[in-house]
Each structure stands twice: as C-alpha cells, then as structure tokens.
C-alpha cells in the first residue's frame, strides 16, 4: 500500500511540472508570437489548449485517486490539497496565454505605439514570475515562493503604470483606440498571470512551511506577527 502511495505521489507532482512546462511555453509562444507578429506560433497557442486541458483533467483524477485509497498526512497531505489549487492556477494560465495569442490574432501586427508602453516591463517580470513558481514547487523551496509574492507588488504597479500610459495614448489620437484596447486587454491578462503565479507559490509556501498565507503574506513572512497576534485583532 505505502508503495502505490509513493506512485501515485509521484505521479501527481510528475503530471503538475509536465503541465505547468506546458503552460509556461504556452505563454512564452504567445508573447513571442506577439513580438515578432508570428499569426502561425499564435495560432499553434490556440490549438495547443487541449493538451492542457486534458491534463488539468488527469491531475484532479490523481488526486481524488490518492484522497479516496491513502491517508496522506503531513506534507504529503498538504501537497496533495495544494495539487487541485496550484492546477486550477496552472490551467488559468493556459486559458490566458490563448486568450493572448487569440488577441494578436485579432490584431495582426503590433501597433507602432507599443514601445511607449509597459508591455516588455511586464512581460519580462511575467515570465520570470511564472519560472520563479514553478520552480519553487519542483524543489519545494519557500525562499523562492516569497520572491515571486514579493514580485507582484511590482507586477501591479507596473500595470497600473500602464492603464494610465494607454490611456493617454487614446486621448491623444482617437484613432488609437481600438488597437489602445486592445494591448490593455492584453496587459490585464498579464496581470492576471501573474496573480495566479502568486497564487501556486502562497501553495507551495503551505507545502514547504505548513503555514497558510493567502491575502495576508506580508504578516507572515515579512514580518514576526504569528497566528497568535492575528486571533488578537
């Protein structure tokens, strides 16, 4: 019994690093379509979606598998709860990488006003993001998981930065607007990725540490209030 445990265990983190692979050359494919107005590589993004959805769909089989025939406890209990979220969060990725690539599609070419935007700023910390989480949950490395948490701070800035760099570009030419929208869109799906990278590390944080610390990191790990002064408030 405690080797089909170790099996299925392993299977489970095999099939979420396979998975999140996938959707990190997902993204890195519709960002690199985006720059060099490949439509093919954009489209390759879209059709390539099922491949993640049939192993979103496999990860969850795992883990009910593993809930309904062991008792995980400890770490292994804690990997196996955080496996569905970190999925979900992986999977979510995948869905925005094709909704970047399906946006380009839209466009056809990058509007000449690109460059005065944050769009490379926030690709580039995306990215590095996105490997930064996936990372830390191959080598169950909290360290790591904060400095992705640490980074989205700057994600969100860098977006807000951006909303009102696009914006004056539409007020400075109406014709703008539509392609203006359109990188905006974009921009906000960047966003959104990198909350769901945030998101697997507060997991990962949970499997490595045994502490829980979604919407309120800052408390636990960046400073020495404990559970106890949070029960006080």
């Known amino acids: 019994m405690e080797r089909q445990f170790e099996l299925h265990l392993g299977k489970l983190r095999t099939r979420i690093i396979k998975m999140s692979s996938l959707v990190e050359e997902q993204l890195e494919f519709a960002i690199k379509a985006f720059n060099e107005e490949d439509l093919k590589l954009a489209e390759l993004v879209t ?37 569905l979220t970190i999925n979900t969060n992986v999977e979510r ?3 925005l990488a094709e909704h970047i690539a399906r946006s380009f599609i839209n466009l056809g070419k990058k509007p000449y006003f690109l460059a005065k935007t944050k769009y490379s700023e926030m690709t580039d910390l995306v990215k590095k993001m996105i490997r930064n989480a996936i990372d830390s949950f191959n080598n169950n490395d909290a360290e790591l998981a904060k400095k992705v948490i640490e980074m989205d701070n700057q994600l969100d800035s860098l977006f807000a930065e951006n909303r ?4 004056s570009i539409m007020k400075e030419n109406s014709d703008n607007i539509d392609e203006a929208l359109s990188i905006l869109e974009i921009s906000r799906h960047m966003e959104r990725i990198g909350d ?22 800052e408390k636990y790990i960046f400073s020495e209030i404990s559970d106890e002064d949070e029960e006080d408030e």
């Open 93 to 95: 990725i995948g869905d």
């Open 164 to 167: 009102k760099l696009i914006i």
């Open 196 to 217: 769901h990278a945030t998101n697997i590390a507060e997991d990962v944080y949970f499997i490595v540490e045994a502490q829980l610390i979604k919407h309120k990191y």
């Open 47 to 83: 059709e390539r979606e099922l491949k993640v959805n049939k192993l979103d769909r496999k990860i969850e089989k795992t883990c009910q598998k593993i809930i309904a025939l062991s008792q995980p406890v400890a770490m292994d209990l804690r990997l196996v709860i955080s496996a």
